[in-house]
């Protein structure tokens, strides 16, 4: 079930998650504010549970997420998952698939979500209205596609802790980014299911590894809460470099 929420008033816009996530990009001006305001105002909200886009799915709008988490995915003809990412606010949902006219893989709500649905026509509309912004919108997309790659690493050469680590610091400095997280932990709706289809683990083996890392003093996933016990030692197993996440400050002003 999803409904319309109408339009967000434009002062809240330059806290938004994606004004935010931007901002460490480009300098926003009060114009591109205006427009991502613009492709703020078809606000639904979906249901956890039930795909928003649909693999092989055509003429699919894209979409701006605003609250809640959300998975992509790849299904196999064996029924199986493979999770490719998780989203947080502030990330596009579908934005490969308004330029490709169909979508290569699925989107699920983990939780409940808000998202701005924003049709094709209005996001090129954007594109050609300031190239600033649009090359922000470029930046956060190449950003998405370094996170694949790091993922590719992940799956194929990491070993289980290392993975997970390296997963869970990831997730932590995202969130930071939009305000949803610190350098002590973060809240987080994912379940050991979820890790599993991410990291190519099977969900004993997510739990096993956790409580491995738990019992060693690095970090304690609980409750729907990621604690860094000891974030530095963390990020020397894990070897995690943040610096394919570019998040060191705005280059453009």
């Known amino acids: 079930m999803d409904c319309c929420l109408g339009e967000t008033p434009l002062k809240p816009i ?44 055509s003429e699919q709008a894209a979409y701006i997420l605003s609250e809640g988490w959300v998975c992509s995915y790849k299904l196999q003809p064996d029924g199986s998952r493979q999770i490719i990412d998780f989203q947080i606010p502030g990330d596009f949902l579908g934005l490969r698939s308004v330029l490709l006219r169909t979508s290569d893989h699925s989107f699920e709500p983990v939780t409940d979500i808000q998202a ?4 094709s026509d209005d996001l090129l509309a954007a594109f050609a209205q300031t190239t600033r912004l649009a090359t922000a919108i470029l930046w956060a997309a190449s950003r998405d596609e370094a996170m694949v790659v790091e993922h590719l690493v992940n799956l194929g050469r990491r070993d289980a802790d290392v993975r997970m680590a390296h997963f869970l ?12 997280g610190s350098q002590t932990g973060y809240d987080c709706p994912l379940t050991q299911y979820h890790l599993a289809d991410a990291l190519g683990l099977s969900a004993v083996h997510v739990n096993r590894v956790l409580r491995q ?20 030692r963390l990020v020397k197993i894990a070897e995690f470099d943040p610096e394919y996440l570019d998040q060191t400050g705005p280059l453009l002003t």
């Open 14 to 57: 330059e806290k938004s998650p994606l004004a935010r996530k931007l901002s460490s990009f480009v300098a926003l001006s009060t114009n591109e504010l205006e427009v991502l305001h613009h492709l703020h105002r078809r606000r639904r909200s979906f249901v956890a549970g039930r795909d928003l886009v649909q693999q092989g799915q």
């Open 116 to 119: 701005a649905e924003v049709p």
């Open 169 to 180: 610091l990831e997730l932590g400095s995202r969130l930071a980014l939009v305000g949803m």
């Open 213 to 232: 890392l738990r019992e060693n003093g690095l970090v304690t996933f609980r409750n729907g809460k990621v604690i860094f016990d000891d974030r530095d």
